[in-house]
């Protein structure tokens, strides 16, 4: 098991329970390729993220990882499913005093934290909705768009490429500037979103 995974779906969860009451895997994995890129724009290996993405069959990133973590954590009582809907979650006692732990005694999270609260904050200045709409129109998933199966953000892939390209591009345009990845981020995914509108 991937421990950057099990921090991730807990970190995760747990913000965006403060920002919208609870969460879904979907949510889970959207935000955490969100983070991944964020990642990489900031000048990371796809492969530093600690897991590995491929696009299912709605064509979105899906993390195995950070699906098994989900499975664990709620079968060790750390999160718990919402008895309104079994697709949404809750973190429970048990998961906010572990991620607690490790937010504050592990440093190995402190950077990765970085790129995930970005991702969070991205949802304060759009719905989820139309960020998930905007990361369709990203290189690498609209190049994945007509494959049955296929692993995303490989070095070697062109559509990686092009990506570390757009990245170069609006580091240049906004003179990298902004010690918060926000600014970069919601300018990216408006970009994506303005690209598919137009």
Not at 106 to 123: G, Q, T
Not at 128 to 141: D, H, K, Q, S, Y
Request: negative net charge; hydrophobic residues 35%.
């Amino acid at each position: 098991m991937k421990h950057f995974a099990l921090f991730d779906v807990l970190y995760l969860g747990q913000n965006l329970e403060t920002k919208i009451d609870d969460f879904s895997i979907n949510e889970i994995q959207i935000l955490s390729y969100l983070g991944c890129l964020l990642s990489i724009y900031d000048g990371n290996n796809s492969s530093d993220w600690g897991y590995f993405f491929s696009k299912n069959s709605s064509g979105y990133p899906y993390s195995i990882e950070l699906n098994n973590s989900m499975e664990i954590l709620s079968s060790r009582n750390m999160i718990k499913q919402n008895s309104l809907n079994g697709k949404y979650f809750n973190t429970d006692t048990a998961g906010n005093e572990f991620i607690d732990k490790m937010s504050n005694q592990l440093s190995i999270y402190s950077n990765r934290k970085r790129y995930l609260d970005a991702s969070l904050n991205c949802i304060t200045l759009a719905p989820f909705g139309v960020i998930r709409t905007a990361l369709l129109n990203e290189p690498v998933l609209a190049s994945a768009k007509r494959k049955t199966s296929v692993l995303l953000l490989e070095e070697s892939d062109f559509a990686t490429n092009l990506l570390y390209e757009q990245f170069e591009e609006l580091r240049t345009a906004i003179n990298n500037e902004y010690e918060s990845l926000l600014i970069p981020a919601f300018t990216w995914l408006s970009g994506n979103l303005n690209h598919q509108i137009g």
